[in-house]
């Protein structure tokens, strides 16, 4: 779950300009190099977030295009970093996924089928804990941070939130096989391949949007391409979202339906 998020940040360069005379007046280059964030330092938010964000409420879209084939699923999230998840599918192009829901605490992670009736299970031998969560992605953004090449572009607008964003290039073609998603789920991409695409995506452009005040990422635009094909453009972002509104366990809690097919899939 902890490879299954990333994000990316604009940002707008203000230039003040006079009425008077229309002369625009430029910050000092000493001012704007020590106002722009270490690049490295916001990739790694996209991992470990600020230590007063508590939980995270919103609704994501998830676009995949290939040509003038495009794919839309939008899902309802709740958010506890980093053992506590809930996401809710609530529209896409397939009505038997609708309904879908993924549910991750401290003991179990469910996924739950309503229009097959099935309800699948992952059990870890030992409940997590925030603290090993926090750590395993901590050295996940050390160990990313090896493999590519950061640059910071500003800051843009997401979901009514300012956000960093940054360029995210692999430093080579190696890199460029591993296929990864901070702010949602990679997998999604594959419904536009039918051969085997995890042999031959490679990604060509990554871009992440973090918000700036909780180091959360809201929003990922990923190009693919694959050979003798069209690229497929994959882009999640949050169109709504709110922080620390007081989510309690019951939202990370899932019992599965009497009447539900329940399969151990450990």
Same mark, same amino acid.
């Given at each position: 779950?902890?490879?299954?998020?990333?994000?990316?940040?604009?940002?707008?360069?203000?230039?003040?300009?006079?009425?008077?005379?229309?002369?625009?007046?430029?910050?000092?280059?000493?001012?704007?190099?020590?106002?722009?964030?270490?690049?490295?330092?916001?990739?790694?938010?996209?991992?470990?977030?600020?230590?007063?964000?508590?939980?995270?409420?919103?609704?994501?879209?998830?676009?995949?295009?290939?040509?003038?084939?495009?794919?839309?699923?939008?899902?309802?999230?709740?958010?506890? @970093?980093?053992?506590?998840?809930?996401?809710?599918?609530?529209?896409?192009?397939?009505?038997?996924?609708?309904?879908?829901?993924?549910?991750?605490?401290? &003991?179990? !992670?469910?996924?739950?089928? @309503?229009?097959?009736?099935?309800?699948?299970?992952?059990?870890?031998?030992?409940?997590?804990?925030?603290?090993?969560?926090?750590?395993?992605?901590?050295?996940?953004?050390?160990?990313?941070?090896?493999?590519?090449?950061?640059?910071? !572009?500003?800051?843009?607008?997401?979901?009514?939130?300012?956000?960093?964003?940054?360029?995210?290039?692999?430093?080579?073609?190696?890199?460029?096989?591993?296929?990864?998603?901070?702010?949602?789920? &990679?997998?999604?991409?594959?419904?536009?391949?039918?051969?085997?695409?995890?042999?031959?995506?490679?990604?060509?452009?990554?871009?992440?949007?973090?918000? &700036?005040?909780?180091?959360? @990422?809201?929003?990922?635009?990923?190009?693919?391409?694959?050979?003798?094909?069209?690229?497929?453009?994959?882009?999640?972002?949050?169109?709504?979202?709110?922080?620390?509104?007081?989510?309690?366990?019951?939202?990370?809690?899932?019992?599965? @339906?009497?009447?539900?097919?329940?399969?151990?899939?450990?």
């Amino acid at each position: 779950m902890t490879n299954r998020r990333f994000a990316v940040i604009l940002v707008l360069l203000a230039v003040s300009v006079s009425l008077s005379g229309c002369a625009a007046l430029d910050t000092p280059s000493s001012e704007r190099e020590a106002s722009t964030p270490d690049p490295e330092a916001v990739f790694e938010g996209a991992y470990v977030h600020a230590d007063d964000l508590v939980d995270v409420t919103g609704v994501r879209r998830n676009k995949v295009t290939n040509g003038s084939h495009t794919l839309t699923e939008v899902m309802q999230v709740y958010d506890r @970093p980093y053992v506590d998840q809930r996401t809710k599918v609530i529209d896409a192009p397939n009505s038997k996924r609708i309904g879908n829901v993924y549910v991750s605490n401290a &003991t179990k !992670n469910w996924f739950y089928y @309503p229009n097959a009736g099935v309800a699948q299970y992952v059990e870890p031998a030992e409940p997590f804990t925030n603290d090993e969560v926090r750590s395993s992605r901590a050295e996940m953004a050390a160990m990313n941070l090896e493999k590519y090449d950061i640059e910071y !572009n500003g800051t843009d607008q997401v979901a009514g939130r300012e956000t960093h964003v940054l360029d995210v290039e692999a430093k080579n073609e190696t890199v460029e096989k591993g296929i990864s998603a901070i702010v949602g789920d &990679t997998e999604f991409v594959y419904a536009l391949e039918t051969s085997n695409p995890r042999k031959e995506l490679r990604v060509v452009e990554q871009t992440l949007w973090i918000d &700036t005040e909780y180091n959360y @990422p809201l929003k990922e635009k990923v190009v693919f391409k694959v050979p003798g094909k069209e690229r497929i453009v994959m882009v999640e972002q949050f169109e709504s979202v709110t922080f620390n509104s007081g989510l309690d366990d019951e939202t990370f809690a899932f019992e599965p @339906p009497a009447n539900a097919t329940v399969q151990n899939i450990t």
